[in-house]
């Protein structure tokens, strides 16, 4: 009768030697920030004539195309008054945790009182995510410069931040 002691440990090897051998794809290096759903708040820089500055609350989103450094973005400004702020970025990545952006969109006030003004324009949106390192949750923070934000002329300012949760 033969000695099978030895027999594990050749099939351990053969097993290595298999796997080094067969053609492997390379990895692929994704950055861990994404598509989030967000709550935080958003205080007015500029503000009309007679008119206080304003401070609002935020709800934020962020589709991620996982293709592309390219995303849709939505904030909707609820206070006194509510507005909407529509944006496609490009997503510049800084590390895997976090990433600037510039996005380009309109400034959609539904009511007068908001913090980027009176009446619907051109948005741009500069920010940086952070995604929190082994969680779901994303940090975020951005300005809308909406330029001819007010009815009587001029550029409506305002900065947003908040907490996020990613999908």
């Known amino acids: 009768m033969k000695n099978l002691s030895h027999l594990p440990l050749r099939m351990g090897a053969i097993a290595v030697g298999l796997a080094l051998c067969l053609p492997q794809s390379p990895a692929s290096a994704q950055a861990a920030y994404g598509s989030y759903v967000g709550v935080g708040a958003s205080f007015g820089l500029t503000r009309a004539e007679n008119d206080d500055r304003k401070v609002s609350g935020v709800i934020a989103g962020r589709y991620k195309f996982l293709r592309a450094p390219i995303s849709l973005r939505g904030q909707v400004l609820i206070g006194d008054g509510v507005a909407l702020v529509p944006t496609v970025s490009y997503d510049i990545p800084l590390n895997?945790?976090?990433?600037?952006?510039?996005?380009?969109?309109?400034s959609i006030p539904i009511d007068s009182n908001t913090p980027i003004g009176n009446q619907t324009s051109f948005a741009l949106q500069?920010?940086?995510?952070?995604?929190?390192?082994?969680?779901?949750?994303?940090?975020?923070?951005n300005a809308i410069i909406a330029f001819?934000?007010?009815?009587?002329?001029?550029?409506?300012?305002?900065?947003?931040g908040g907490v996020g949760i990613r999908f």
């Open 126 to 141: 500069p920010g940086i995510d952070y995604a929190l390192p082994n969680s779901d949750l994303v940090l975020f923070g």
């Open 96 to 106: 895997w945790q976090a990433d600037v952006y510039i996005g380009a969109g309109a």
């Open 148 to 160: 001819d934000g007010y009815k009587r002329g001029g550029a409506a300012t305002s900065l947003q």
